[in-house]
């Protein structure tokens, strides 16, 4: 396949002309679909065949998003020769490809699409129904904006690292952190700007942590790390790492750079407790006294 890629400050204009690796591979044509990763819906199948898929507010759609941040007819989805065609139509807020503001482009299996506040997977493959249930899997335990781990993970894995800390006598680390004043940011720019913040905020943590770490998101703007065998000296590093690169990073939202800052709290383990419950309760104590006094700080 050729593309052909333009960008402007504004667009990313995308031009298919042959043959797509992805879609044609000697075996001829294979189905696609879209899986609701992010939104109402969530694991929602939509099939695509040959005909048109048309995306937006109005009912007469083939897949209606009622939002006030979807246009009535705001997407296109489309095949063309071997490939699916994702256009545009002139929406006011714009489609997104894996965070790229797009006019039209060729899906490849796994591209994430945002349209509004809703954000779907693209698969296509010749074994759909192994895929599709493996991506119902992941949704069990990833959060689709920000791709953490989600609050359902984040309980299991709390729960088994304290059986695992009594059963071996081995301490750890619960960070507790939410974004200051995030009603402000969703107030002043909107919430697609806000769900952008969100997902940054998540890549950013995503490369922060060890392998070993389980940062989750366990709220609308609350997240969690859970730090194994790291006392709490060394979970008030990684939390003051995490404030200071957040402080330090540009969050931008269609060419608008939004200031973001982190409050956190910082609890580990010991053998007085007995419920990881209180273990949260005691950072997230610890988060209350860091946005008391003053926020963009840590605590513990």
């Avoid at 690292?161 to 969703?186: M, P, Q, W």
């Avoid at 931008?252 to 273990?279: C, H, M, R, Y």
């Amino acid at each position: 396949m050729e593309d052909e890629r333009t960008t402007n400050p504004n667009k990313t204009v995308v031009t298919v002309i042959t043959k797509s690796p992805t879609l044609d591979g000697g075996e001829g044509p294979r189905e696609g679909c879209l899986v609701v990763i992010y939104g109402d819906d969530l694991g929602r199948r939509v099939p695509l065949g040959s005909e048109p898929c048309i995306l937006g507010r109005s009912s007469k759609c083939d897949v209606q998003l009622d939002q006030e941040s979807v246009s009535r007819n705001h997407a296109r989805i489309q095949r063309h020769r071997n490939n699916y065609v994702i256009a545009d139509l002139g929406s006011t807020n714009g489609t997104y490809v894996n965070d790229e503001l797009v006019d039209e482009v060729v899906l490849r299996d796994g591209d994430q699409l945002k349209v509004g506040r809703t954000i779907f997977k693209f698969i296509v493959s010749g074994n759909m129904e192994a895929q599709y249930h493996e991506e119902i899997y992941r949704l069990m335990t990833v959060d689709g904006l920000t791709e953490l781990h989600n609050k359902r993970y984040f309980n299991e894995a709390l729960e088994r690292e304290s059986s695992r800390s009594v059963r071996y006598g081995r301490s750890f680390t619960l960070v507790l952190f939410d974004i200051d004043h995030f009603k402000k940011i969703n107030d002043t720019f909107g919430h697609l700007a806000g769900d952008s913040v969100l997902r940054q905020l998540g890549a950013l943590v995503r490369n922060r942590v060890r392998r070993d770490d389980v940062p989750c998101r366990t709220g609308g703007e609350e997240f969690s790390v859970i730090l194994p065998e790291i006392s709490r000296e060394g979970g008030m590093n990684l939390a003051e790492k995490l404030r200071a690169s957040i402080e330090a990073a540009v969050f931008k939202f269609e060419g608008t750079e939004i200031p973001v800052t982190i409050s956190l709290g910082v609890a580990e383990w010991d053998s007085a407790l007995t419920d990881p419950q209180d273990l949260v309760k005691r950072a997230d104590e610890f988060l209350y006294e860091a946005k008391r006094t003053g926020r963009n700080r840590v605590c513990g």
